[in-house]
């Protein structure tokens, strides 16, 4: 009597799940809107040096100025002769105008963080990403030591916290400190919502669970948020909207319970049995005492086994004492390198492509929707391995077109087209990284899973602070991003190959479990491609005996 059985008997797709799954959606919009806060707030509009000669002409005017001289738009001009003629002049630029974006004005605007001073948002957004280090570090060291729910919880309010305190701030080193703070629920909120949602989830809605409704929920976010500040025309006020709905995750632990699954691993037998009830008792469902004790008898004995054979505890660097299990999470490691490197440099690179960024952020944002369909429709049918390998590949080839379009192609022009493009590059990079999150969470064993999940996923993230650099390669040649992140896709996809089939299988619980998993399975096995073999084989079967 397993988890999964007693899990059916309790209800594993009724009301309770229903309910935790719209709780996870929730946390899919905060976790959108927190997430690309960082890009709104120092988003950097064209600008030009003001002085008094320009300072009352429109900035069409400006820019038509700007573009008939060979200095920057941060040299200080002066000496309009004939209306045309300038001159520049060696003083310091102390006062600038700005084309708003739909009159939105951001921090880089409102403190003048721009020429001599442009690296300081950049400062931000490493302080940024500094913080999510820690915070995965931290907080998935904390759900697997005080529970899921709890660390969902301190993860969410402290970037909830940061965000706010942030929209306070008026110098550089309150706003590095500020999302510093912010930066330490970075992915964090989301992937402990997945896990606690994942336990819950019968192994066959899981797909259809998990990536629909963060392909609604996400998709929701990301669209609206652009719009959303520009509505409020100001960065600070953006920011109160997108912290304050974060108190809304202090009404969770009235509404669900802590992770079965976990309590299991912590041999808090009566406090599992407890909350597997309550689903019950949601679920309308009646299951017998009968059912419950042989449940923790069943996880009594399995303990006291496995106690006999090894005194360590799972832990994550246990991960790395046996070979196969070692191999399995290097894997999963470089792989979330690859992900989110790509998935940040596509997501991020948005300027210079004919089109407002805000809206073509927004616009763009669109393709998670299919590609949440993509995962529940290609699944559960070419397996976890085929997804996420054939997402890779796919996503590589489109990137690869989209970098040398943008070399070739006037952007004024043909903005159309490459926002087509930009938009099948995200759908590529969103399939891998959303199957990528349910495919790690089903190799890692039960017992280490927020850990190593949050392992996984700090290094992924620790990865994002090269984003910026990566973009920064298109001043040497401007398909050199694409080609660049292409051929880490490519690696990526083969990469795929080494790691085991997860669908249909009961997965693995502790390290030993982890170790065996998948024993003697082919580098090429896809369950499309096996069943079909098998099918062939008995249809042969069948007319030898006919």
């Not at 009724?14 to 309910?19: A, K, L, N, T, Y």
Request: aromatic letters at 14%.
């Amino acid at each position: 009597m397993d988890f999964d059985r007693v899990l059916d008997k309790c209800g594993s797709f009724g009301r309770f799940q229903f309910v935790i799954l719209i709780l996870y959606g929730y946390t899919n919009v905060l976790s959108s809107l927190h997430y690309f806060s960082q890009t709104l707030v120092t988003f950097t509009p064209e600008h030009w040096c003001s002085h008094d000669d320009i300072r009352e002409l429109s900035v069409e005017e400006v820019r038509s100025i700007y573009a008939n001289v060979t200095h920057s738009s941060c040299t200080v001009l002066s000496g309009v002769v004939n209306g045309s003629g300038i001159a520049a002049d060696e003083g310091i630029c102390s006062d600038w105008i700005f084309d708003y974006e739909s009159d939105y004005k951001s921090i880089t605007t409102e403190l003048k963080w721009v020429c001599d001073q442009a690296h300081l948002p950049a400062v931000g957004q490493s302080f940024f990403f500094m913080g999510s280090v820690v915070g995965t570090i931290s907080f998935g060291f904390l759900s697997d030591h005080i529970g899921r729910l709890p660390a969902l919880l301190m993860s969410t309010l402290s970037g909830a916290l940061g965000d706010f305190l942030t929209s306070f701030v008026n110098s550089l080193p309150g706003f590095a400190a500020c999302r510093f703070v912010s930066g330490l629920s970075t992915d964090t909120m989301y992937y402990l919502m997945y896990i606690l949602v994942f336990e819950y989830l019968s192994p066959k809605r899981r797909t259809f669970g998990l990536n629909i409704i963060l392909a609604v929920f996400y998709c929701f976010g990301l669209m609206t948020s652009p719009w959303a500040a520009i509505w409020i025309g100001n960065w600070r006020q953006y920011l109160w909207l997108a912290s304050l709905p974060a108190l809304g995750v202090l009404a969770y632990p009235l509404l669900i319970c802590e992770s079965a699954q976990w309590l299991l691993t912590k041999k808090k037998y009566d406090r599992a049995v407890d909350c597997l009830k309550k689903v019950a008792k949601f679920n309308g469902r009646k299951v017998e005492d009968s059912v419950f004790d042989e449940f923790v008898k069943h996880y009594r004995e399995k303990m006291n086994e496995e106690e006999k054979i090894t005194k360590q505890v799972d832990t994550f660097m246990g991960m790395f004492r046996t070979p196969r299990l070692r191999r399995f999470t290097l894997t999963l490691l470089l792989k979330s390198v690859i992900i989110t490197l790509s998935y940040d440099v596509i997501n991020r690179n948005m300027e210079g492509l004919g089109t407002s960024p805000f809206k073509l952020f927004s616009f763009t944002s669109c393709v998670y929707l299919p590609a949440g369909f993509t995962i529940l429709l290609l699944q559960n049918r070419i397996g976890r391995k085929g997804m996420a390998c054939g997402a890779l590949f796919v996503g590589a080839i489109i990137t690869t077109v989209t970098g040398f379009l943008i070399a070739f192609l006037d952007p004024n022009e043909n903005a159309v087209l490459l926002a087509i493009m930009v938009g099948l590059g995200r759908f590529g990079t969103t399939v891998s990284y959303d199957a990528e999150i349910q495919y790690a969470a089903e190799i890692i064993p039960t017992s280490v899973r927020g850990r190593a999940v949050s392992n996984v996923h700090v290094v992924g993230l620790a990865s994002s602070s090269l984003a910026f650099y990566v973009i920064y390669l298109a001043q040497f040649y401007k398909p050199l991003p694409s080609i660049f992140i292409s051929c880490l896709m490519f690696f990526g996809s083969g990469l795929c190959l080494t790691l085991p089939e997860t669908l249909n299988k009961k997965l693995p619980e502790n390290l030993a479990d982890g170790e065996r998993f998948a024993m003697n399975e082919s580098c090429f096995y896809f369950p499309c491609f096996h069943k079909r073999r098998e099918s062939l084989t008995q249809t042969a079967d069948y007319k030898s005996e006919i």
